[in-house]
Structures are given as structure tokens and as C-alpha cells.
């Protein structure tokens, strides 16, 4: 799911993640994913698998696949 936000510069999209069960876990997908240009905030959330990015614009998936099986963890897809 993409949605804009109340900036217009922003776009929120949450995606789905396998594997998370802790916190550190957040923390790693949360610290690759923030690693992508253009990206403003990151919220993982181990209990729901979902991670939630906002960004100056929509990202390329592989990007962020790319950065979610850096942390050693699976992207699902979009929520």
C-alpha cells in the first residue's frame, strides 16, 4: 500500500517482512532501509512483519529487497 501523506513531498508505503522477532531485528532492517536515498523514516514492527517507509518519493522495490536481505531477513511484498 502507498499513500500520501499530509506533505505532499512524502510518500508512506508499508511493507511486509519475514523473520523479525525482536527488537534488534527492527533495528537492522530499520538501519539498511534507512540507507536508501531518499528515504525520510523507518518503522519496523517485529510483531506485525511490517515496516513502515516514508520517502521524498516511491522507492524501487529492489532497493529496498535488496536492503531487507542485507539485514538477513525476506520482503514479502507490500501490504
Known amino acids: 500500500m502507498t ?3 499530509d506533505s505532499p513531498a512524502t ?3 508499508v511493507y511486509k517482512v519475514s523473520g523479525m522477532s525482536c527488537g534488534h531485528c ?8 534507512s540507507e536508501i536515498p531518499g ?3 523507518v ?3 517485529a510483531s506485525t512483519g511490517e515496516v ?3 520517502s521524498a518519493a516511491p522507492l ?3 532497493a529496498v529487497r535488496d536492503a531487507v536481505d542485507e539485514a538477513g531477513f525476506e ?3 507490500t501490504v
Do not use: F, N, P, R
Open 3 to 5: 499513500t500520501q501523506t
Open 60 to 62: 524501487d522495490e529492489k
Open 26 to 33: 527492527e533495528g537492522a532492517v530499520s538501519a539498511e532501509i
Open 75 to 77: 520482503l514479502v511484498g
Open 11 to 13: 510518500v508512506t508505503t
Open 39 to 41: 528515504v525520510s523514516s
Open 43 to 45: 518503522q519496523a514492527v
Open 52 to 54: 513502515t517507509v516514508a
